[in-house]
């Protein structure tokens, strides 16, 4: 069972009040451990768009994802052209290798995105708001000129936390 409790709290600093939110996730395990994640975002920063600025993870066993590409289980390229094709087979590759090793997205802390043109990042936005509902991990995009095949136009990969 997870709890999710948000929390709120004042600091100052120089005479300058800064406020931060934060949002902790405490994620007990079927063995007693537990993992605990906070997502925050800092007064002080531009309020994120699809993101946490600060994920903080304590406890628990890390997870690394190798960046997925829009290769089915056969090793097919999907959607060729099409970045909302190949945007769908990345998630979908993506949570299959995430349950594979006990988690979930809503395990993941960080998020890598490589794309060939990120004026097109409305449509990838669209399709992760599919898969994750709930708290945002931490993330970086970087427009790249091209990815390890020539017709693949977005790669992510991602990083998540799990109860031991």
Known sequence: MKHVSRVIFGLTLAGLAAAL???TAVIPSAQGGRSVIQRMNPVGLSTPTGYSH???????RTIYVSGQVAFDAQGQLVGKGDLAAQTRQVFANLETALEAAGATFEDVVKTNYYMLDAA????????????????????????VRRLANPDFLIEIEVIAVVPD
């Open 21 to 23: 939110v934060v949002a």
């Open 54 to 60: 600060v994920v903080s993870a304590t406890g628990g």
């Open 120 to 143: 097109q990042v409305p449509v990838v936005r669209e399709i992760r708001s599919k898969y994750f509902t709930r708290e945002l991990p931490a993330s970086t995009l970087v427009e």
